[in-house]
């Protein structure tokens, strides 16, 4: 039986870049079609910023949309989590510029790395915190300039990604909504089939290893979808069963944003019909840690998910690193 909820969604928000690119414009770009992008990851177009727009500004915009639809005041927000691999810069944490926007001079800010994981990971940080620390008010942001590590040469993967982020806004659940139930894992055994080998420690950004492209996204795009496939399955199969909430009780589910044919092969396996799955990656590609709550904001806000309704989160990344979330709304 599931347990009652301890902390729930108070408010929403999400922020993307104005500039659209589009599947014709990367026909400019490189040898690729319109065609192939569409019918091979079902994207369309995606945003991406402008030069001199770092994280912190798509991050903050979100953040404040978020306290506005939840009526609390940044100095409310105790504690700030960014999930993200794209922050402004190494350090500071990206979250603590955001707390510095904000003026929330209270909170306690960091940053989470779980790549597209990242959203879901820092909800269940911030829920265990929140339990049992004594946080009352918390920020979680997912968001990701993943265009400032794509090779825009490389056309196996420049088609795939844009930028954005999605934040909520948590407080003490009433008794009937929140998060339910969270499934977190990782395996660092695949970290070789997407990951981003420069700008670390390992391979600073040294004028050789940026004229070998080291600070670019690597890739194995066939290897990655697989393993997204079955990640994701058995993220929510497990998430399900240890809440002991059926798969047809799902009002609205709500996969990461990486590829249609991704989100369809997960939403079979659970006899999910399309109108109960959100999908937006024909308009934003994959934004990343953003993805979910981009996704889940836009359903909010459009009446798609309701109050009361049961929303399964499900995601997958780099690490690799995989989740799923149930809430309800
Ligand atoms: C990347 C991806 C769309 C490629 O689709 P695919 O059906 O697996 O395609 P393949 O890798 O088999 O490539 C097929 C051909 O298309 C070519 N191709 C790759 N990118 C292309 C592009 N943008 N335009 C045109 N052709 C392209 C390849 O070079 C290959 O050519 P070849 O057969 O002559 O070698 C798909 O593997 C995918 O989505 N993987 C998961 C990526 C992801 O989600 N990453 C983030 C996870 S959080």
Redesign the pocket.
Known sequence: MTKKPQVMVLGSGRAVPEKVLTNADLEKM????DQ??LS??GIRERRIVEPGVGLSELATAAAQRALADAGVAAEEIDLIIVGTVTGDMKFPATACLVQDRLGARRATAFDLSA??SGFLYSLQVAQGLMTTAGYRRALVIGGDVLTSMVNWED??TC??FGDGAGAVVLGPSDGERGLLHCYLRSDGAYSGL?YNPGCGSLNPPTPENVRERLNSIV?N??E??RH?VTSMTEALTRVLEEAGIAAGDIDLLIP?Q??L??IEAVSKRFDMPQERVYVNVERYG?TSAASIPIAFDEARRSGVLQPGNLVAMVT???GFTWAAGLMRC
Do not use: E, S, Y
Request: proline fraction near 0%; include cysteine; charged fraction near 20%.
């Open positions: 490189v040898d690729t079609t192939w992008i091979r990851t790549a597209c056309r196996d088609v795939l997407l890739m795009g066939r990655v979808f997204a990461h990486a590829n044919r991704i994959n997958f990344g780099g």
